[in-house]
Antibody, heavy 121, light 110 residues
């Protein structure tokens, strides 16, 4: 059974940093690209970032480019999102999502339950 | 940037057919995926590549895509289908490829 478990969310002040993690199990992690997708309270889905199976191809939404960094450790079956210079508008539930392809097919067949990030003073 | 437009809400009686549209410029040339999200839960893929269903998704869920509109059709709607539905594409038409979601449609089963 595929499982994606996010962690690392919490309350953080504007301008500070936070690192999210996603622990994957139930599939061969390094066979697939992985993504972060977020959802602000009461709002729709927004893709944040994606990374190919070997970290050779990485993409970011314009809204986070230059502030967020995605990475993965295939030996640990883990996905990460380093979030710097956080803003109030980054407040959201952050989902880890599995791609169906090693590269950026951007079709998300499994999602975690999300970790909540709240940016507020 | 590419924009996907969905109606905010659709209402349908049990047993009837619900159609949720997703509008975008020449969307028929793209692969459209649909996700169902129930309150407090993570999204679930219900249709991919315009009209294919993942294993475990009932045949009542189907999709089509042509011209400027993609459509998710839910036949014989049940109370358990009440949820938010999002369409999604990969837009590679610009010099900055991007994942685009529609704004979502709340399906209410009357």
């Amino acid at each position: 059974e595929v499982q994606l478990v996010e962690s690392g969310g919490g309350l953080v002040q504007p301008g500070r940093s936070l690192r999210l993690s996603c622990a994957a199990s139930g599939f061969t992690f390094d066979d697939y690209a992985m993504h972060w997708v977020r959802q602000a309270p009461g709002k729709g889905l927004e893709w944040v970032s994606g990374i190919s199976w070997n970290s050779g191809s990485i993409g970011y939404a314009d809204s986070v480019k230059g502030r967020f960094t995605i990475s993965r450790d295939n030996a640990k079956n883990s996905l990460y999102l380093q979030m710097n210079s956080l803003r109030a508008e980054d407040t959201a539930l952050y989902y880890c999502a599995k791609d169906t392809s090693p590269l950026h097919r951007t079709l998300f067949d499994y999602w975690g339950q999300g970790t909540l990030v709240t940016v507020s003073s | 940037s590419y924009v996907l437009t969905q109606p905010p809400s659709v209402s349908v009686a049990p047993g009837q057919t619900a159609r949720i549209t997703c509008g975008g410029n020449n969307i028929g040339s793209k692969s459209v995926h649909w996700y169902q999200q129930k309150p407090g839960q993570a999204p679930v893929l219900v249709v991919y590549d315009d009209s294919d269903r993942p294993s475990g998704i009932p045949e009542r869920f189907s999709g089509s895509n042509s011209g400027n509109t993609a459509t998710l059709t839910i036949s014989r709607v049940e109370a358990g289908d009440e949820a938010d539905y999002y369409c999604q594409v990969w837009d590679s038409s610009s010099d900055h490829p991007d994942v685009v979601f529609g704004g979502g449609t709340k399906l209410t089963v009357l």
